[in-house]
């Protein structure tokens, strides 16, 4: 036994119990494909805007010349439809967390309560039909494109939680990391999808053709959704007897009642210090990631001088290595506990401080790469993207290991706190950069940038070691157990009525 188990017990998995021919990875399959199709209609805007706005060359920092050379630059001199400056792109491509951020804790209870089949498929329906009357927005009003854009942040700010409410009836305790990593990964495909094939479409069909595209497949996702998937091992007319048993059983062993929702216990949530742990890591996390996802373009373009958005494949490197570190890292987590060599506490908290502190440093030696150095500061900026991914297999899918029942809701509030640095990252950029106008000044004020957000993940790689927990909370379990021993009743019942109307056929005869 390893000092490491925390008193977890070894398990005898049911034997002949499919793998990747089953049910639960059909699942994690399915919802792949639906964080796929999210991701590349939340991002396909950002590169859209490149083909719908009046651009006019930015004269370089001063400085910054003797780089130059280094650059290839492509004029586009193809007109553009819009005239939009600075400021009102800003609001239309922040448009759509304004309303992301609303949805994340009722999308989680109403996806505990009454099942995350329907919550995450609306969600994804809704934001291709949204996207495909995005052109039409857009040539209407601007005010109508952003109430668009935060229409679109409202259907799928229900997305995670729903799919956490799934997983805590599909996923056996010991395959979370597998099944929940698969399935999540989905968004960094969308996005090395969306950014290579909306180059492309903008260029040869036009921009509006990006939305109806990838709107379009939203749709026929949700059709294929709707008829293959369900809420739970019970309710799938398809699945195995053996795998439903392993993965029921798994799970009552665990103490997770395999009934829905039907109260959610908000103070035991406000008491708990992991759910406080759990809460501020998520903040940390996106801190960081908010700050890449906004703001790497401007700064790849300013300080490296090498303008990303001109290849395809060098624009989408970084997500499909967090992809590849994702699912990887999922699998590696679920054999280290499957193995017993350390327990899931020990296993979330090893991949969360990998996550987040290699991220951190990476990000801050990004900073410190002068112009001439620019291959080395994209390889250094890939590392640290991909290493976050680690992140999946640490705090993201500790709502399952802490209260499996309530994991929909609690990902809600977490998310929901954590969508804050979706703004508050990116004006601290603002603030430090908008004054240096020098090349110089500008990559110490950016090396700030960078120090700050490893700080910040270093804050929540401390807090979770601190605060992390691997267990199933005794607030979580309680109902659950209750409700198993209310089971065992009502068998018990039924064993002896049967008894007894045996006895009677016995007397008769």
Request: glycine residues 10%; aromatic residues 12%.
């Amino acid at each position: 036994w390893s000092p490491l188990l925390d008193g977890e017990k070894t398990r005898t998995l049911p034997e002949k119990v499919p793998v990747w021919m089953s049910c639960r990875y059909g699942l994690a399959l399915m919802s792949t494909l639906g964080f796929l199709n999210a991701y590349t209609m939340r991002v396909n805007l950002t590169i859209a805007l490149v083909a719908m706005v009046n651009h006019t060359q930015q004269p370089a920092l001063n400085g910054s010349q003797d780089c130059r050379p280094n650059l290839n630059i492509t004029q586009n001199d193809k007109p553009a439809e819009f005239g939009w400056d600075a400021t009102t792109q800003n609001t239309i491509l922040g448009a759509f967390y304004y309303g992301y951020i609303f949805t994340q804790i009722p999308g989680g209870w109403l996806a505990g309560r009454f099942g995350g089949k329907l919550v995450f498929g609306l969600g994804i329906l809704f934001t291709a039909l949204f996207t495909v009357l995005t052109p039409l927005a857009a040539r209407t009003a601007t005010w109508l494109l952003i109430a668009v854009r935060v229409a679109e942040g409202l259907a799928q700010g229900v997305l995670f939680p729903a799919m956490h409410a799934m997983w805590r009836s599909w996923a056996p305790p010991i395959e979370r990391s597998k099944l929940a990593t698969i399935s999540l990964s989905g968004g960094n495909l969308g996005i090395m999808l969306a950014l290579p094939v909306s180059g492309v479409l903008c260029e040869h069909f036009g921009w509006p053709v990006v939305f109806y595209a990838f709107g379009a497949l939203g749709c026929v996702w949700f059709v294929v959704w709707m008829f293959t998937v369900f809420n739970s091992p019970g309710d799938h007319p398809r699945i195995s007897h053996v795998e439903k048993e392993y993965i029921e059983q798994s799970l009552l062993r665990e103490g997770t009642s395999l009934a829905k929702t039907t109260s959610t216990p908000w103070l035991s949530f406000a008491r708990s210090v992991p759910v406080w742990g759990l809460a501020i890591t998520h903040i940390c996390f996106n801190w960081g990631q908010y700050t890449l996802s906004t703001n790497l373009p401007t700064y790849v373009k300013e300080i490296l001088l090498f303008d990303v958005t001109q290849d395809g494949f060098l624009s989408a490197l970084p997500f499909l290595c967090m992809w590849l570190v994702q699912v990887l890292g999922g699998q590696l987590a679920d054999k280290l506990r499957e193995q017993e060599l350390l327990s899931t506490a020990a296993v979330r908290k090893l991949f969360n401080s990998l996550a987040m502190l290699l991220q951190g440093a990476f990000l801050v030696l990004a900073g410190h790469v002068s112009c001439h150095q620019q291959y080395l500061g994209v390889l250094f900026l890939t590392i640290g993207i991909a290493s976050s991914g680690l992140g999946m297999s640490g705090f993201q899918i500790n709502h399952l290991d802490i209260a499996p029942r309530y994991a929909g809701v609690l990902m809600g509030i977490t998310n929901c706190i954590a969508t804050f640095p979706g703004f508050a990252g990116p004006a601290v950029v603002g603030l430090l950069t908008k004054h240096a106008k020098t090349w110089p000044s500008r990559r110490m004020q950016w090396q700030k940038v960078f120090y700050i957000a490893g700080g910040i993940y270093a804050l929540g790689t401390l807090t979770f070691l601190l605060t992390g927990s691997g267990t199933v909370q005794t607030w979580a379990k309680e109902e659950a157990e209750q409700g198993n021993k209310n089971r065992q009743e009502d068998s018990r019942k039924t064993l002896l009525v049967n008894q007894e109307q045996e006895d009677e056929r016995t007397i008769i005869t």
